[in-house]
């Protein structure tokens, strides 16, 4: 009797065999991946999108939700690796979404993206003018004539110029020639003396503006004046904007200038339950997310779900749920990690959700953007993914152009930033996420839980 045991095993094991792979696939067939558009890893950008990934990717064994971070050169490369359906999310400029909404600016000829949605209202980035020390510019006047950089081609960061430009009266011709040079080097020439002024759109305190002015001597130049008061007036999508004083060597007051607002969107065909899912984590775990770079802690669920450039998405059409206790521990400060100042903004900006009553030209005094840099004091959890594992779509990438890395506390005048560690944990899924082949390096270790996918060309 035991032998007929025995010889029947085999043949009732290989009949069961099929049922036991059927049932241990089903977890990976239902799991689904978002890859999200960011910038350059240097920006603000990637390190958001990385925050978006981590507390997504710590409860994907609970909604089946996997996301990784896709490096990007901004913008308008995160739209069109939208509609090419190479990313599932997207986080863009509030005026470059404007233009692509109504096919307008960079967008004119081309018929209205009216597929657009809108997720979220994130971090504001401002428009900073620099000057060289031996330019001789005080004031936004004085650049004409000058060599003065104002973008790399193709990026959020020209798109704002331009409307500076323009509501200016300026045109190219109103600049000196200015020796072209290498995108992830564009700002050097205020040190070796190629360049008179250059624009950055960045959050503050930044590193590389804190290099510029410690090493170099730059200097940040207000602007401001009537004519930025009628662009204000004329495109909403612009709010009033102020660096605080003593965030960089050699400034002690205050800048005015005027600012972009970071959106974050999908395609109205991403699937509701997929939104929701973003929407119900985020809104849920807002404390935690705020948490995780410095340009998030100002955030409110009020603000980010303030009127945006499109229509909302159906997706976040449900009340979202109540904020959840906090669950995120601390990550402690190490050499691997971007430490962050604890001292709060003396006077705190805006929320996104209120500015929009300055972008409709109120002349109310704009709110200063950042903190004043100190060497003491650390809030804990400011992770930024490791740039060495990131999926770049760009080769200058790394280059200055949509919100450079806020580094808040410590000194501003050092040169480039430490590798810091990952933000994001999860269980590395079984199979890649479904996109075009990445051309580069491996999935970037802030959304560790799902393979990158790779984004076309960006525009140029």
Known sequence: ????????????????????????????????????????????????????????????????????????SGSLANLKALAQGNIQLALVQSDVLHHAAHGTGPFQGQPPADQLRSLYRLHQESLTLLASATSNINTLADIEGKRVDLGNPGSGERVTSQALLDAMGWQAKSFAPVIPAAANNRLEGLCDGTLDAAFVVAGHPNQAIGDLTGRCKARLI????????????????????????????????GINT?????EL?????LPEGE????????????KQFTRLHPALTQLTLE????????????GMADAPPTLLPETLSPAPATSEALATS????????????????????????????????????????ALLPTPSAATTTEPGASSVLE?????????????AAPSPSAVVSGAQPASPAPAEPASTAPAPAAPSGASPTAEGTPAQ
């Open 342 to 381: 604890a001292a709060q903004p003396t006077e705190v900006a805006h929320p996104a959700g209120e500015e929009a009553k300055q972008a409709a030209g109120e002349t109310g005094a704009p709110s200063p953007e950042g903190t004043p840099a100190t060497s003491s004091g650390q809030t804990p959890g």
């Open 222 to 253: 207000p602007i401001e004046g009537e004519q930025i008061d009628r662009l204000l007036k004329q495109h909403p999508y612009y709010q009033r904007g102020r660096i605080g004083a003593n965030l960089y060597p050699g400034q002690t007051s």
């Open 265 to 269: 969107v999908a395609l109205a065909s």
């Open 303 to 314: 603000g980010m779900l303030g009127e945006a450039e499109v229509p909302r998405h159906t």
């Open 403 to 415: 919100g450079a890395a806020v580094e808040q506390g410590g000194t501003l005048t050092g040169t």
């Open 1 to 72: 009797m035991f032998q007929r045991v025995l010889h029947l095993l085999p043949i009732r094991l290989c009949r069961a065999l099929p049922w036991l792979a059927a049932t241990l696939a089903l977890p990976l067939q239902a799991a689904t991946y978002l890859t999200i558009g960011t910038g350059p890893l240097n920006g603000v950008y990637y390190p958001t999108g990385g925050a978006i990934c981590r507390l997504l990717n710590e409860e994907s064994g609970s909604h089946g939700l996997h996301c990784s971070v896709q490096s990007t």
């Open 275 to 286: 939104v929701r899912t973003v929407r119900d984590v985020l809104s849920g775990r807002l």
């Open 258 to 262: 005027f600012a972009v607002t970071a």
